[in-house]
């Protein structure tokens, strides 16, 4: 079972605004990092650090922490955006985990 | 650009071992800023870590999968290597080799370029 939890899905109306949670206890004490996911293909990095992108991202992807909860928030969800996204981060040992992930449906 | 690949066999016999190589391209894997993991996906689930190498050989592993997993790096060709033991189908999945960041860059923790994945099924 995983040390962070994520909701299974989520779902959007195109051009509206989205927060994607994950939740854990490691997360005090860590960063998140989050992965867009599309079928067929590798993950992809869109946030990590306190609220970094990558070359590339789009900047209405964003980050943000607060307490034992990571969120992502994409402002202006457009229908390239579906997709699964994982946040990634450390447990209490330091290794490497992930969330369960959820599904994000832009309708 | 930097560039992971995965490669090896994509089926295996229940009880033997999976043994799976990624090869890095356009840059060094001895790099001191990074570490290079192994992710796998199993069909329709999400996201599992493996383990992860430093270019040094220094390892550390997912403690569920410790027991069954060696990953190892040989410099001199850029690559490094997963091995899992005593494979079942519970073990069938995507695996990923991905760059991590280390604690002296502004990636640290994340995982910031995956290889395409390569596909393994375990079956008699």
């Known amino acids: 079972s995983s040390e962070l939890t994520q909701d299974p899905a989520v779902s959007v109306a195109l051009g509206q605004t989205v927060r994607i949670t994950c939740q854990g206890d490691?997360?005090?004490?860590?960063?998140a990092s989050w992965y867009q996911q599309k079928p067929g293909q590798a993950p992809v990095l869109v946030i990590y650090?306190?609220?970094n992108r990558p070359s590339g991202i789009p900047d209405r992807f964003s980050g943000s922490s607060s307490g034992n909860t990571a969120s992502l928030t994409i402002t202006g969800a457009q229908a390239e955006d579906e997709a699964d996204y994982y946040c990634?981060?450390?447990?209490?040992?330091?290794?490497?985990?992930f969330g369960g992930g959820t599904k994000l449906t832009v309708l | 650009q930097l560039q992971l690949q995965e490669s090896g066999p994509g089926l295996v016999k229940p009880s033997e071992t999976l043994s799976l190589t990624c090869t890095v391209s356009?840059?060094?894997?001895?790099?001191?800023?990074?570490?290079w993991g192994w992710i796998r996906q199993p069909p329709g689930k999400g996201l599992e870590w493996i383990g992860s190498?430093?270019?040094?050989?220094?390892?550390y592993y997912n403690p569920s999968l410790k027991s069954r997993v060696t990953i190892s790096v040989d410099t001199s060709k850029n690559q490094f290597s997963l091995k899992l033991s005593s494979v079942t189908a519970a073990d069938t999945a995507v695996y990923y080799c991905?760059?991590?960041?280390?604690?002296?860059?502004?990636?640290?923790?994340?995982?910031?370029?995956w290889g395409q994945g390569t596909m393994v099924t375990v079956s008699s």
């Open positions: 991905a760059r991590e960041g280390g604690q002296t860059v502004t990636i640290k923790d994340a995982f910031d370029i």
């Open positions: 356009g840059g060094s894997i001895s790099s001191s800023s990074y570490y």
């Open positions: 190498i430093y270019y040094s050989g220094s390892t």
């Open positions: 490691s997360l005090r004490s860590y960063y």
């Open positions: 650090g306190k609220n």
């Open positions: 990634n981060s450390r447990d209490s040992s330091g290794n490497q985990v």
